[in-house]
C-alpha cells in the first residue's frame, strides 16, 4: 500500500517555482500537524555548520475516511475507522547537509523488530514494548513509528510526513499523472491494477493500484512492491521537475493545494514556508544524486511470512548515518556525474570468489571469505585450502574478470600487482604467508568500501533511470475464479475487466 512521497512531489514544485508566496498563508490552513516528540535524534552538523535532514515517510493503511474506505475496501464491517492504522510504507528520506545527494530507504512493512515503550498522546494508548511487525508502532502515534525507526536504523529522524489512500489519488491528479513502464502484462487481483505490457501514464485511483500491487510484481511480496515504488517515485521527481510543471503557475497551485491538503507533517514542518525551505534543499539534488533503495532483510526464523535485518543493512544504516552518498563520488557543481573506476563499475553482489589458504594457520581462507560476504560479495564466496603452500598472497582471474579482481583487491587492500590472469574461470584468492592475520591486507592503505558496498542486495537506483520498467512476477502470485496463476495469465484471462488505464 502506498501513498508516497507526497512531500517530494510538493515540495519540489514549490521550492523551485519561486512563485505563490500570496497564497502560502492560505495553503496552511490545509495542513494537519502532529507532535512526534524528541525521540528520534539529533542530526550533528558538519565542519561548515551545515546539517542533513532525515524525514520519516509514512504511508498509513488506516481507513479513517469515507473515501479511504472506497479506496482501500475492508470497512464493510468496521465502518470508517479511528486511529492511525499501521504503516503500510515507511521510507527514510535522507537529504545530504551539502545538498548535493539524497537517498530514500524503504523499510518492508513485514520486518520484526522491537518496539519501544509507547504512549500516544493523542488517544492515550500506552505500549511497555514488544517485539513485533514495524509497521504497528504507528497505532501508537507518529512518535512511536519514529522512535522505532530510529532504534532499529540508529539513523535520526528529524522529520514526519504522513499521506493516506485519498493523499495519492489526489497527488497524482495534480501532477497529470506519472508514466511507468510494466515489463508484462499484469492483473493483480488484489490491488485490481490490470495494465498491458509497456508504458502508461497513471493517474487517480490507477496510481493507487500500482503503488499498492504486492502480488503484481517481483517475488509478489512487499520486498518486489518497494523497487516498483522507487521506479513511481523516481518518475515523479522526473516529471515535477521538468520545465512544463514548474512553470505552470496553475499547475503549481494545484500540486501544492492537493499536498497540503494531503499530507500530515510534523510541528517542524507545519507550515508552507518551512516546507518551502526544506524544498529549496531538496531540489537542489539532482535526479542522477537521488538513490533509492531497499533496506535488506533475511526471512524471519521464527515465522517464514516476515523478515528480520540482514547483517549488510547496518552497512547502509552506518552511510545514510554518516551522510555518506551512495553514489559513486560527490559530483556537487560539476554538472556531471563523477567518472566511476574501472573497480567500482561491477556490483560486489555479482562477484564470486573462491579463497584458499596457502598458510599453514587455520581459519584464514574462512576469514578472508567470510570478510568478503559482509561486505556484500555473493553466495558463491568460499574458503578451502590451497593444494600447496603459498609464500604471497594472489588473485588469479579468469577470462573476462578483471574488473571482477579489481573489485575484490579494493574490498580487500590487496594491490594491483598481485593480480594475475588465468586460464581457469572463475576467481581464485590464494592466501600466502605474507598475510598471516586480519582481513586487509597488511601494509595497504586503508580503502574504502565499495561503492555499492553498503547498498548491495538493497536493488539500489536513482531517479534519473527513465528507461527501466517494473518486472511483473512470474509466479503464481494471484488467483482468478479460485485458481491460483501467474499476474500475466490472470490478465489474458479476465477480458471483462478493463484496464486501470482505460
Same mark, same amino acid.
Given at each position: 500500500m ?5 512531500l ?19 495553503l ?26 532525515n ?19 475492508g ?53 511497555s ?16 513509528q ?7 536504523t ?6 514526519y ?6 493523499g ?59 523497487v ?50 526544506l ?41 545514510? %548515518?554518516?551522510?555518506? &552518498?551512495? +553514489?559513486?563520488?560527490? !559530483? /556537487? ?5 563523477? *567518472?566511476?573506476s $574501472? =573497480? @567500482? ?48 598472497t ?38 600466502? %604467508?605474507?598475510w598471516? &592475520?586480519? +582481513?586487509?591486507?597488511? !601494509? /595497504? ?5 565499495? *561503492?555499492?558496498? $553498503? =547498498? @548491495? ?32 495469465q ?13
Amino acid at each position: 500500500m502506498a501513498r508516497l512521497l507526497g512531500l517530494v512531489l510538493a515540495l519540489a514544485v514549490l521550492g523551485a517555482s519561486g512563485a505563490g508566496w500570496w497564497f502560502y498563508q492560505r495553503l496552511d490552513d490545509n495542513i494537519r500537524s502532529v507532535s512526534i516528540g524528541d525521540r528520534g535524534g539529533a542530526e550533528q552538523p558538519d565542519a561548515f555548520g551545515r546539517t542533513p535532514v532525515n524525514i520519516l515517510v509514512i504511508g498509513s493503511d488506516g481507513r479513517t475516511s469515507a473515501a479511504d474506505c472506497r479506496l482501500g475496501g475492508g470497512c464493510a464491517h468496521t465502518g470508517v475507522q479511528s486511529g492511525g492504522g499501521n504503516a503500510d510504507v515507511e521510507l527514510v528520506v535522507h537529504i545530504a547537509a551539502d545538498r548535493s545527494n539524497a537517498t530514500v530507504m524503504s523499510i518492508p512493512r513485514d520486518t520484526v523488530t522491537e518496539i519501544p515503550a509507547c504512549r500516544n498522546s493523542a488517544t492515550g494508548a500506552s505500549e511497555s514494548g514488544y517485539r513485533g511487525q514495524i509497521n504497528s508502532a504507528l497505532q501508537y502515534g507518529p512518535g512511536c513509528q519514529v522512535a522505532t525507526v530510529h532504534r532499529l536504523t540508529g539513523i535520526p529522524v528529524d522529520h514526519y510526513v504522513q499521506l493516506d489512500f485519498s493523499g495519492v489519488v489526489k497527488m497524482s491528479d495534480a501532477v497529470g499523472g506519472v508514466s511507468v513502464c510494466v515489463s508484462d502484462d499484469v492483473y493483480d487481483t488484489y490491488s485490481h491494477l490490470k495494465l498491458s505490457k509497456g508504458t502508461h501514464t497513471l493517474k487517480g485511483v490507477a496510481a493507487l493500484e500500482f503503488l499498492r500491487s504486492r502480488h503484481g510484481f517481483g517475488d509478489g511480496s512487499d520486498l518486489g512492491r518497494t523497487v516498483t515504488q522507487h521506479l513511481f517515485l523516481g518518475a515523479v521527481l522526473r516529471k515535477v521537475k521538468s520545465a512544463g510543471t514548474l512553470t505552470d503557475p496553475a499547475a503549481v497551485y494545484r500540486l501544492a493545494d492537493a499536498a497540503t491538503k494531503a499530507l500530515t507533517v510534523d510541528d517542524g514542518l507545519g507550515s508552507v514556508r518551512r516546507l518551502v525551505g526544506l524544498a529549496a534543499d531538496l531540489n537542489k539534488v539532482p535526479t542522477r544524486r537521488v538513490t533509492f533503495v531497499t533496506m535488506q532483510t533475511d526471512p524471519d526464523p521464527e515465522d517464514t511470512d516476515r523478515v528480520v535485518v540482514a547483517p549488510q543493512a547496518r552497512a547502509l544504516f552506518a552511510d545514510i %548515518a554518516g551522510d555518506r &552518498s551512495l +553514489t559513486a563520488g560527490s !559530483g /556537487a557543481g560539476t554538472g556531471k556525474p563523477a *567518472a566511476p573506476s $574501472a =573497480a @567500482a563499475s561491477v556490483p560486489v553482489s555479482r562477484i564470486a570468489v573462491r579463497v584458499e589458504n596457502g598458510t599453514a594457520i587455520t581459519g584464514r581462507a574462512a576469514a578472508v571469505a567470510g570478510a568478503l560476504t559482509a561486505k556484500g560479495f555473493g553466495s558463491g564466496t568460499v574458503a578451502g585450502n590451497a593444494p600447496r603452500p603459498a609464500d604471497t598472497t594472489s588473485l588469479t582471474y579468469g577470462s573476462g574478470l578483471r574488473q571482477e579482481a579489481l573489485r575484490t583487491a579494493a574490498a580487500l587492500g590487496l594491490p594491483a600487482s598481485r593480480l594475475t590472469p588465468s586460464g581457469v574461470n572463475g576467481l581464485t584468492l590464494v592466501i600466502g %604467508a605474507d598475510w598471516p &592475520s586480519g +582481513t586487509t591486507y597488511p !601494509g /595497504a592503505a586503508p580503502s574504502p568500501a565499495p *561503492a555499492d558496498g $553498503a =547498498a @548491495a542486495r538493497a536493488h539500489a537506483a536513482t531517479a534519473d533511470q527513465s528507461d527501466k520498467c517494473a518486472q511483473v512476477s512470474r509466479y503464481r502470485t494471484v488467483s482468478l475464479d479460485g485458481i491460483a496463476m501467474t499476474p500475466s495469465q490472470a490478465y489474458a484471462r479476465a477480458k471483462d475487466v478493463p484496464d486501470s488505464d482505460a
